[in-house]
Protein backbone atom coordinates (compact mmCIF):
# COMPACT_ATOMS: atom_id res chain seq x y z
CA UNK A 1 0.00 0.00 0.00
CA UNK A 2 1.07 3.38 -0.96
CA UNK A 3 1.63 5.61 2.50
CA UNK A 4 2.66 8.79 2.74
CA UNK A 5 6.79 8.55 4.43
CA UNK A 6 5.11 11.72 7.29
CA UNK A 7 3.32 9.38 8.89
CA UNK A 8 5.88 8.46 11.31
CA UNK A 9 5.60 5.00 13.28
CA UNK A 10 7.26 4.46 16.25
CA UNK A 11 7.99 0.58 16.91
CA UNK A 12 8.92 -0.96 20.54
CA UNK A 13 12.08 -2.90 19.51
CA UNK A 14 12.90 -5.89 21.95
CA UNK A 15 15.66 -7.41 20.19
CA UNK A 16 13.41 -10.03 19.04
CA UNK A 17 12.44 -11.74 15.86
CA UNK A 18 8.83 -10.56 15.69
CA UNK A 19 9.58 -6.85 16.54
CA UNK A 20 12.12 -6.63 14.17
CA UNK A 21 10.20 -7.60 11.78
CA UNK A 22 7.03 -5.52 12.60
CA UNK A 23 9.47 -2.67 11.99
CA UNK A 24 11.04 -4.03 8.57
CA UNK A 25 7.71 -4.44 6.93
CA UNK A 26 6.23 -1.16 8.12
CA UNK A 27 9.79 0.04 6.55
CA UNK A 28 8.98 -1.74 3.22
CA UNK A 29 5.39 -0.19 3.31
CA UNK A 30 6.95 3.38 3.21
CA UNK A 31 6.24 4.50 6.94
CA UNK A 32 8.62 6.69 8.62
CA UNK A 33 9.41 4.07 10.78
CA UNK A 34 11.67 4.66 14.27
CA UNK A 35 12.90 2.10 17.08
CA UNK A 36 12.49 2.46 20.84
CA UNK A 37 13.90 -0.14 23.27
CA UNK A 38 12.78 -0.07 26.52
CA UNK A 39 14.81 -0.96 29.78
CA UNK A 40 12.12 -2.28 32.32
CA UNK A 41 14.12 -4.41 34.86
CA UNK A 42 17.23 -3.62 35.95
CA UNK A 43 19.93 -6.26 35.18
CA UNK A 44 21.15 -7.60 38.40
CA UNK A 45 22.09 -11.55 37.67
CA UNK A 46 22.83 -13.57 34.56
CA UNK A 47 19.16 -14.09 34.02
CA UNK A 48 18.64 -10.64 32.67
CA UNK A 49 19.26 -10.70 29.25
CA UNK A 50 18.81 -7.04 28.93
CA UNK A 51 22.11 -6.02 27.59
CA UNK A 52 22.38 -8.40 25.16
CA UNK A 53 18.78 -7.99 24.03
CA UNK A 54 19.79 -4.04 23.34
CA UNK A 55 22.81 -5.13 21.48
CA UNK A 56 20.37 -6.97 18.97
CA UNK A 57 17.66 -4.27 18.74
CA UNK A 58 20.93 -1.75 18.03
CA UNK A 59 21.93 -4.37 15.08
CA UNK A 60 18.50 -4.49 13.93
CA UNK A 61 17.93 -0.85 13.32
CA UNK A 62 21.36 -0.36 11.95
CA UNK A 63 20.38 -3.36 9.75
CA UNK A 64 17.07 -1.37 8.65
CA UNK A 65 18.68 1.50 8.57
CA UNK A 66 16.38 3.98 11.42
CA UNK A 67 17.12 5.42 14.92
CA UNK A 68 16.91 3.55 17.50
CA UNK A 69 15.63 5.53 20.49
CA UNK A 70 16.01 3.83 24.46
CA UNK A 71 14.06 4.50 27.55
CA UNK A 72 14.17 3.20 31.52
CA UNK A 73 11.11 2.52 32.91
CA UNK A 74 12.32 0.31 35.35
CA UNK A 75 11.18 2.48 38.44
CA UNK A 76 7.66 2.49 37.04
CA UNK A 77 7.99 -1.35 36.43
CA UNK A 78 8.75 -1.74 39.81
CA UNK A 79 5.69 0.39 41.33
CA UNK A 80 2.88 -0.47 38.66
CA UNK A 81 3.95 -4.50 37.69
CA UNK A 82 5.86 -5.62 40.02
CA UNK A 83 4.80 -4.40 43.25
CA UNK A 84 1.20 -6.14 42.01
CA UNK A 85 2.60 -9.31 41.53
CA UNK A 86 4.51 -9.50 45.31
CA UNK A 87 0.89 -8.33 46.29
CA UNK A 88 -1.05 -11.38 44.67
CA UNK A 89 0.95 -14.00 45.61
CA UNK A 90 1.15 -12.91 49.06
CA UNK A 91 -2.49 -12.63 48.85
CA UNK A 92 -2.76 -16.49 47.78
CA UNK A 93 -3.45 -15.69 44.37
CA UNK A 94 -1.51 -16.03 40.96
CA UNK A 95 -0.89 -13.11 38.84
CA UNK A 96 -0.07 -12.98 35.48
CA UNK A 97 2.29 -9.76 35.17
CA UNK A 98 2.72 -9.42 31.76
CA UNK A 99 -1.04 -8.77 31.27
CA UNK A 100 -0.45 -5.10 33.59
CA UNK A 101 3.06 -4.58 31.55
CA UNK A 102 1.03 -4.36 28.26
CA UNK A 103 -1.56 -2.28 29.86
CA UNK A 104 0.84 0.37 32.12
CA UNK A 105 3.80 -0.14 30.23
CA UNK A 106 3.93 -0.63 26.88
CA UNK A 107 0.91 0.68 25.52
CA UNK A 108 0.64 3.72 28.52
CA UNK A 109 3.95 4.78 29.30
CA UNK A 110 5.55 3.81 26.12
CA UNK A 111 2.94 4.89 23.86
CA UNK A 112 2.76 8.26 25.49
CA UNK A 113 6.54 8.29 24.94
CA UNK A 114 6.56 6.99 21.34
CA UNK A 115 3.93 10.35 21.07
CA UNK A 116 6.63 12.27 22.11
CA UNK A 117 9.18 11.11 19.86
CA UNK A 118 6.68 12.71 17.42
CA UNK A 119 5.21 9.19 16.53
CA UNK A 120 1.41 9.37 15.05
CA UNK A 121 1.12 5.52 15.87
CA UNK A 122 2.94 2.74 17.99
CA UNK A 123 3.77 -0.82 16.74
CA UNK A 124 4.88 -3.95 18.63
CA UNK A 125 5.55 -7.50 17.50
CA UNK A 126 2.57 -8.85 19.21
CA UNK A 127 0.40 -11.42 17.35
CA UNK A 128 -3.31 -9.23 17.22
CA UNK A 129 -5.05 -7.59 14.75
CA UNK A 130 -6.70 -4.47 14.80
CA UNK A 131 -9.66 -4.24 12.65
CA UNK A 132 -12.58 -1.55 12.00
CA UNK A 133 -15.68 -2.49 13.89
CA UNK A 134 -19.06 -0.80 13.82
CA UNK A 135 -18.21 0.73 17.32
CA UNK A 136 -14.97 1.89 16.44
CA UNK A 137 -11.47 -0.35 16.48
CA UNK A 138 -11.44 -3.36 17.63
CA UNK A 139 -9.07 -6.02 18.68
CA UNK A 140 -9.10 -9.26 16.85
CA UNK A 141 -7.20 -12.62 16.93
CA UNK A 142 -4.15 -13.36 14.99
CA UNK A 143 -4.51 -14.96 11.94
CA UNK A 144 -1.82 -17.79 13.81
CA UNK A 145 -3.95 -19.24 16.17
CA UNK A 146 -1.17 -20.36 18.36
CA UNK A 147 0.83 -17.41 18.51
CA UNK A 148 -2.25 -15.16 19.03
CA UNK A 149 -1.43 -12.64 22.05
CA UNK A 150 -4.88 -10.95 22.67
CA UNK A 151 -5.20 -12.69 25.82
CA UNK A 152 -2.24 -10.51 27.17
CA UNK A 153 -3.50 -7.41 25.41
CA UNK A 154 -7.04 -7.71 26.99
CA UNK A 155 -6.58 -5.04 29.63
CA UNK A 156 -5.02 -2.13 27.40
CA UNK A 157 -6.95 0.90 27.40
CA UNK A 158 -9.61 0.88 24.72
CA UNK A 159 -8.71 4.43 23.74
CA UNK A 160 -4.52 2.88 22.54
CA UNK A 161 -6.90 1.14 19.61
CA UNK A 162 -6.84 4.09 17.40
CA UNK A 163 -3.20 4.70 18.10
CA UNK A 164 -1.28 1.60 17.48
CA UNK A 165 -0.10 -0.93 14.68
CA UNK A 166 0.37 -5.05 14.94
CA UNK A 167 1.68 -5.56 11.71
CA UNK A 168 2.55 -9.61 12.58
CA UNK A 169 -1.53 -9.92 12.79
CA UNK A 170 -2.00 -11.61 9.49
CA UNK A 171 1.55 -14.19 9.41
CA UNK A 172 2.31 -17.14 10.43
CA UNK A 173 5.48 -17.39 12.64
CA UNK A 174 6.96 -19.36 10.09
CA UNK A 175 6.50 -16.87 7.48
CA UNK A 176 7.60 -13.70 9.91
CA UNK A 177 11.23 -16.03 10.85
CA UNK A 178 11.44 -16.56 6.98
CA UNK A 179 10.94 -12.70 6.43
CA UNK A 180 13.64 -11.71 8.72
CA UNK A 181 15.78 -14.37 7.40
CA UNK A 182 15.58 -13.07 3.40
CA UNK A 183 16.15 -9.37 5.19
CA UNK A 184 19.54 -10.98 6.83
CA UNK A 185 18.00 -9.91 10.08
CA UNK A 186 20.81 -11.19 12.22
CA UNK A 187 17.67 -12.34 14.69
CA UNK A 188 15.89 -14.66 12.29
CA UNK A 189 16.89 -17.08 14.44
CA UNK A 190 17.07 -16.23 17.84
CA UNK A 191 14.82 -18.29 20.49
CA UNK A 192 11.73 -16.91 21.57
CA UNK A 193 11.49 -15.73 25.42
CA UNK A 194 9.39 -17.36 27.03
CA UNK A 195 10.02 -15.64 30.84
CA UNK A 196 7.98 -13.22 32.78
CA UNK A 197 7.66 -9.78 30.75
CA UNK A 198 11.44 -8.39 30.97
CA UNK A 199 12.11 -10.12 34.37
CA UNK A 200 13.29 -13.17 31.79
CA UNK A 201 13.69 -16.91 32.14
CA UNK A 202 14.81 -18.54 35.93
CA UNK A 203 13.90 -20.39 38.91
CA UNK A 204 10.78 -18.33 39.43
CA UNK A 205 10.47 -19.72 42.83
CA UNK A 206 14.29 -19.04 43.90
CA UNK A 207 13.50 -15.75 43.04
CA UNK A 208 10.19 -14.99 44.46
CA UNK A 209 11.64 -15.87 47.92
CA UNK A 210 13.78 -12.85 47.76
CA UNK A 211 10.73 -10.69 47.99
CA UNK A 212 8.24 -13.08 49.53
CA UNK A 213 8.76 -14.09 53.28
CA UNK A 214 8.43 -18.31 53.47
CA UNK A 215 5.40 -18.97 55.68
CA UNK A 216 5.37 -22.85 55.93
CA UNK A 217 1.98 -24.83 56.80
CA UNK A 218 0.14 -27.89 56.15
CA UNK A 219 -0.31 -29.48 53.11
CA UNK A 220 -3.73 -31.48 53.63
CA UNK A 221 -6.23 -33.65 51.45
CA UNK A 222 -9.87 -32.80 51.02
CA UNK A 223 -10.96 -34.39 54.41
CA UNK A 224 -8.03 -32.36 56.55
CA UNK A 225 -5.45 -35.24 56.96
CA UNK A 226 -2.14 -33.89 56.95
CA UNK A 227 0.22 -34.60 54.59
CA UNK A 228 3.10 -32.88 54.57
CA UNK A 229 4.60 -29.05 54.98
CA UNK A 230 4.75 -26.64 52.26
CA UNK A 231 7.11 -23.43 52.14
CA UNK A 232 4.25 -20.65 51.75
CA UNK A 233 1.23 -20.10 49.89
CA UNK A 234 2.60 -17.80 47.04
CA UNK A 235 4.90 -20.46 45.62
CA UNK A 236 2.41 -22.96 44.06
CA UNK A 237 -0.15 -22.63 42.42
CA UNK A 238 -3.61 -24.73 41.63
CA UNK A 239 -2.72 -27.89 39.23
CA UNK A 240 0.99 -28.01 40.22
CA UNK A 241 2.52 -31.33 40.33
CA UNK A 242 6.16 -30.94 40.73
CA UNK A 243 7.94 -29.90 44.34
CA UNK A 244 5.00 -30.74 46.73
CA UNK A 245 7.42 -33.70 48.27
CA UNK A 246 4.59 -36.37 49.29
CA UNK A 247 5.66 -39.26 49.45
CA UNK A 248 3.50 -42.74 49.49
CA UNK A 249 1.13 -42.45 52.68
CA UNK A 250 -1.01 -44.86 53.96
CA UNK A 251 -4.25 -45.76 52.81
CA UNK A 252 -4.00 -43.59 49.60
CA UNK A 253 -3.66 -44.87 46.03
CA UNK A 254 0.05 -45.03 44.80
CA UNK A 255 -0.88 -42.03 42.33
CA UNK A 256 0.71 -38.24 42.08
CA UNK A 257 -0.79 -35.24 44.34
CA UNK A 258 -2.19 -32.53 42.53
CA UNK A 259 -2.91 -28.73 43.81
CA UNK A 260 -6.70 -28.11 44.30
CA UNK A 261 -7.01 -25.10 46.64
CA UNK A 262 -5.48 -22.55 49.02
CA UNK A 263 -7.02 -22.08 52.60
CA UNK A 264 -4.93 -18.62 53.26
CA UNK A 265 -7.30 -18.40 56.25
CA UNK A 266 -5.59 -21.77 57.71
CA UNK A 267 -2.44 -21.29 55.55
CA UNK A 268 -3.09 -24.99 54.35
CA UNK A 269 -2.34 -26.11 50.92
CA UNK A 270 -5.02 -28.63 49.67
CA UNK A 271 -3.52 -31.43 47.37
CA UNK A 272 -5.61 -33.77 45.84
CA UNK A 273 -4.37 -37.22 43.90
CA UNK A 274 -4.96 -37.94 40.12
CA UNK A 275 -8.26 -40.05 40.65
CA UNK A 276 -9.72 -37.01 42.59
CA UNK A 277 -8.56 -34.20 39.62
CA UNK A 278 -12.46 -33.40 39.17
CA UNK A 279 -12.08 -31.01 42.50
CA UNK A 280 -9.23 -28.95 40.58
CA UNK A 281 -12.93 -28.59 37.49
CA UNK A 282 -14.27 -24.87 37.96
CA UNK A 283 -18.14 -24.89 36.58
CA UNK A 284 -17.80 -21.09 36.89
CA UNK A 285 -16.19 -17.89 38.01
CA UNK A 286 -16.53 -14.55 39.28
CA UNK A 287 -14.45 -11.51 38.17
CA UNK A 288 -13.33 -8.02 38.86
CA UNK A 289 -15.04 -5.02 36.92
CA UNK A 290 -14.24 -6.06 33.34
CA UNK A 291 -12.36 -3.94 30.96
CA UNK A 292 -13.94 -3.35 27.49
CA UNK A 293 -12.70 -3.13 24.36
CA UNK A 294 -15.62 -3.00 22.94
CA UNK A 295 -18.95 -1.14 23.57
CA UNK A 296 -19.73 -2.14 27.49
CA UNK A 297 -22.47 -4.56 27.89
CA UNK A 298 -24.73 -5.04 31.12
CA UNK A 299 -26.85 -8.39 31.74
CA UNK A 300 -26.89 -11.30 30.17
CA UNK A 301 -25.27 -12.73 26.83
CA UNK A 302 -23.38 -15.90 25.53
CA UNK A 303 -19.61 -16.01 24.63
CA UNK A 304 -16.83 -17.23 24.69
CA UNK A 305 -14.01 -17.48 26.74
CA UNK A 306 -11.07 -18.17 27.74
CA UNK A 307 -9.08 -18.50 31.25
CA UNK A 308 -5.08 -19.20 30.14
CA UNK A 309 -2.70 -18.42 27.12
CA UNK A 310 -3.46 -20.80 24.16
CA UNK A 311 -6.44 -22.18 25.62
CA UNK A 312 -8.91 -23.60 23.10
CA UNK A 313 -12.14 -20.67 23.47
CA UNK A 314 -14.75 -22.07 25.81
CA UNK A 315 -18.50 -21.56 25.70
CA UNK A 316 -19.87 -19.66 28.66
CA UNK A 317 -22.74 -17.74 29.78
CA UNK A 318 -22.46 -14.17 31.10
CA UNK A 319 -23.82 -11.88 33.41
CA UNK A 320 -22.21 -8.49 33.90
CA UNK A 321 -23.45 -6.99 36.82
CA UNK A 322 -23.85 -3.48 37.60
CA UNK A 323 -20.91 -2.96 39.05
CA UNK A 324 -19.07 -4.08 35.85
CA UNK A 325 -17.71 -7.26 37.24
CA UNK A 326 -19.06 -10.78 35.84
CA UNK A 327 -20.23 -14.16 36.99
CA UNK A 328 -19.15 -16.85 34.33
CA UNK A 329 -20.89 -19.98 34.10
CA UNK A 330 -19.33 -22.66 31.34
CA UNK A 331 -20.68 -25.07 29.18
CA UNK A 332 -17.72 -27.65 30.32
CA UNK A 333 -16.19 -27.96 33.39
CA UNK A 334 -12.79 -25.95 33.53
CA UNK A 335 -9.55 -27.54 34.95
CA UNK A 336 -7.26 -25.38 36.91
CA UNK A 337 -9.25 -22.29 37.31
CA UNK A 338 -6.92 -19.89 38.77
CA UNK A 339 -7.65 -16.42 41.18
CA UNK A 340 -5.68 -13.84 39.93
CA UNK A 341 -5.25 -14.79 36.38
CA UNK A 342 -7.71 -13.52 33.83
CA UNK A 343 -11.25 -14.49 32.20
CA UNK A 344 -11.29 -13.08 28.78
CA UNK A 345 -14.03 -12.68 26.20
CA UNK A 346 -14.11 -12.99 22.95
CA UNK A 347 -17.10 -13.27 20.17
CA UNK A 348 -16.32 -14.16 16.72
CA UNK A 349 -12.89 -13.37 16.26
CA UNK A 350 -13.07 -10.35 18.53
CA UNK A 351 -11.59 -9.96 21.88
CA UNK A 352 -14.23 -8.09 24.14
CA UNK A 353 -12.11 -7.61 27.23
CA UNK A 354 -11.54 -9.38 30.47
CA UNK A 355 -11.31 -9.20 34.37
CA UNK A 356 -9.52 -10.59 36.78
CA UNK A 357 -10.50 -14.15 38.36
CA UNK A 358 -11.45 -12.88 41.99
CA UNK A 359 -13.28 -16.05 43.02
CA UNK A 360 -13.85 -19.73 41.50
CA UNK A 361 -16.40 -22.45 42.08
CA UNK A 362 -15.35 -25.92 41.24
CA UNK A 363 -17.14 -28.58 41.19
CA UNK A 364 -15.66 -30.38 44.28
CA UNK A 365 -15.62 -27.51 46.43
CA UNK A 366 -18.49 -28.76 48.55
CA UNK A 367 -16.64 -31.77 49.62
CA UNK A 368 -13.83 -29.81 50.87
CA UNK A 369 -13.70 -30.50 54.72
CA UNK A 370 -11.04 -29.06 56.46
CA UNK A 371 -9.56 -30.07 59.85
CA UNK A 372 -10.82 -27.61 62.91
Request: glycine content about 10%; some cysteine; overall charge positive.
Amino acid sequence: MAVSRSIRVIVGLSGGVDSAVAALLLRDAGFDVQGLYMTNWDADDSYCTGAQDYQDARAVAHELGIVLHRVNFAREYRAQVFEYLLREYRAGRTPNPDVLCNRHIKFGLCLRYARRLGGALFATGHYARRLDAADGSGLYQARDAAKDQTYFLHAIARDCLDKVLFPLGELEKAQVRERAGSAGLAVHDKPDSTGICFIGERPFAAFLSRFIESQPGPIENRDGRVLGRHRGLPFYTLGQRAGLAIGGERGCAQEPWYVALKDPARNALIVVQRHEQQILEAISVRTAPLNWLSAARCGAFAAHVRLRHRQALQVASIQVDGDGAAHIEFEHAQRAATPGQFAVIYEQGRCLGGGAIEHVRLTGEARYNPAA
